[in-house]
């Protein structure tokens, strides 16, 4: 079976440092990837997918992610992080066989100190 | 483009109650999805339909949980009777084939006293 695990529930930064979530993904093949951000009171927003190709992928809000399969792993970074990207963020995967279906990582909680 | 409209945004129902909650996917989509989200176990599938079939409910879920999709622009989750341990955030999100990109709406918190 597939699962996603993020090993850090919370992470403070200072705002201006950079940002690293990590994500490790158990799947007999390759998997889709991608990384989900919920902001206060709301759903969650695609931030970045990973499919086939280049391991390092860009998403909004100058977010990148990179995929490593030796590692089985998919971390989301940003170099500068701003107040207004505390939220929490979703590591999750899909498989080729079960159509669009998500299986996601318990998330990690971003704070982002002033 | 409307996005995904989940109704009610909150509702609170006393313990032993139906309640039911609606969805309405992106037009044109073809998978509709129904999770449920707590703290403790985040997001769980509850049901997931391509055009309008039902193709997985969670095998947890299936005796007082029941998602319906009574035509392809709208779904209903019904919980009966309800339990406390129900109180979650219950998100609808849809997606179109082949682009695995799920569009989420933006919850129904129910509360269950």
């Known amino acids: 079976a597939q699962s996603v695990t993020q090993p850090d529930a919370r992470v403070t930064v200072s705002e201006g440092a950079s940002l690293q979530l990590r994500c490790k993904y158990s799947?007999?093949?390759?998997?889709?990837l991608f990384w989900y951000v919920q902001y206060p009171r709301q759903g969650l927003q695609l931030l970045l997918k990973?499919?086939?190709?280049?391991?390092v992928v860009q998403g909004v809000n100058s977010f990148e992610a990179e995929f490593s399969k030796s590692n089985s792993s998919f971390h989301l970074q940003k170099a500068s992080v701003h107040w207004s990207d505390s939220a929490v963020y979703f590591c999750?995967?899909?498989?080729?066989?079960?159509?669009?279906?998500?299986?996601f990582g318990i998330g990690t909680r971003v704070l982002v100190r002033p | 483009d409307a996005g995904v409209t989940q109704t009610p945004r909150h509702e609170v129902a006393e313990k032993g109650q139906t309640i039911i909650l609606k969805c309405e996917p992106v037009?044109?989509?073809?998978?509709l999805f129904w999770y449920r989200q707590t703290k403790i176990q985040g997001l769980e599938l509850l049901s997931y339909?391509?055009?309008?079939?039902?193709?997985?409910d969670g095998g947890a879920f299936k005796d007082r949980f029941k998602a319906e999709m009574l035509n392809s622009s709208f779904s209903t989750l019904k919980i009966q009777p309800t339990e406390p341990k129900d109180s979650a955030v219950y998100l609808c999100?849809?997606?179109?084939?082949?682009?695995?990109?799920?569009?989420f709406g933006e919850g129904s918190k129910l509360t269950v006293l």
């Open positions: 037009s044109g989509h073809n998978d």
């Open positions: 999750a995967l899909s498989m080729i066989s079960a159509g669009n279906k998500l299986t």
């Open positions: 990973y499919y086939s190709g280049d391991p």
């Open positions: 999100a849809s997606s179109s084939i082949p682009s695995g990109q799920l569009y």
């Open positions: 339909f391509r055009s309008k079939s039902l193709m997985e």
């Open positions: 799947y007999s093949a390759t998997p889709y």
